[in-house]
């Protein structure tokens, strides 16, 4: 594990079942795992930075030519699947995604996947990950990167205690120098470090998906407030009422509360 790892979510058997979830989640809202205008073929090699348990990448691997080079990195080896159920042609490794890229994988790759960096990225800033991602790629190479957007305005509230749960949060990723907006503000990012951008999309859950996105986002916010409540801080209530809050909301999920973030969708082309 690399030693700057801080990831608060943590990395236990239910957030493996969450970020698995996320993937299904996605592939039903986008209609595909990888966008449909990436162009794949025997030769292509791609990277999946931050993989956590690989599900991406080995979904992919049943989807296109044994030939294709699939290679996961992530700052932890704690969630990557064991090498027996792993095809031959998909790999797995550590690596910082807010280093420097490894020399022999500077500019490899012709596609470069991301996904639901918005709880690592603090400050409100992820040029370093653009720029990861943009030296991984080869010249007319082609990163997608989908994500939820996080901020108030793009969380989807319904019923009092999601309400006093949404308060709850604001603070608590406050305390942990937690701002999302520049979830939203992807294509300027990525236009600043010289990417094309192709496409863009901030788009809700449809109705059919909000309960498993309402409980999927949840199981993150449990894993959360443990991280929180074992860091500390001195902003937080005491931590019987925020799990009182939890336990609220997850109850009010049966009468029709929702609890969402607004998924992201991007699509960018380096120039060649």
């Given amino acids: 594990m690399a030693q700057t790892d801080d990831y608060v979510l943590g990395r236990s058997y239910s957030e493996g079942l969450r970020l698995e979830t996320q993937h299904l989640l996605f592939n039903i809202h986008n209609g595909s795992t990888m966008n449909t205008k990436i162009p794949v073929t025997p030769e292509s090699k791609v990277a999946d930075i931050g993989t956590g348990t690989g599900v991406w990448l080995l979904d992919m691997a049943t989807q296109v030519p044994p030939t294709v080079q699939l290679d996961g990195f992530d700052i ?81 509230i319904k019923g009092a205690e999601a309400e006093a749960f949404a308060t709850f949060a604001r603070q608590a990723t406050s305390a942990l120098n937690f701002i999302f907006s520049w979830v939203r503000d992807l294509p300027k990012y990525a236009q600043t470090a010289g990417l094309e951008v192709l496409d863009f999309r901030r788009e809700k859950w449809p109705k059919a998906l909000v309960p498993t996105a309402t409980r999927t986002f949840i199981l993150g916010h449990i894993a959360g407030i443990g991280a929180l409540y074992t860091i500390g801080h001195e902003s937080l209530p005491p931590r019987e009422q925020a799990d009182a809050l939890l336990v609220d909301l997850i109850g009010s999920i049966r009468k029709g509360g929702v609890y969402v973030h607004t998924p992201v969708h991007l699509l960018a082309r380096k120039p060649a």
């Fill in 76 to 156: 932890s080896d704690e969630q990557f699947p064991h090498e027996s159920n792993v095809p031959s042609n998909v790999h797995f490794r550590i690596a910082d995604a807010f280093s420097k890229v490894p020399d022999d994988c500077f500019e490899k790759y012709d596609i470069v996947h991301i996904r639901y960096f918005c709880c690592i990225v603090r400050g409100g800033n992820p040029e370093k990950i653009v720029q990861h991602a943009l030296d991984l790629l080869k010249p007319g190479g082609y990163l997608q990167w989908d994500d939820g957007d996080l901020s108030p305005e793009g969380l989807f």
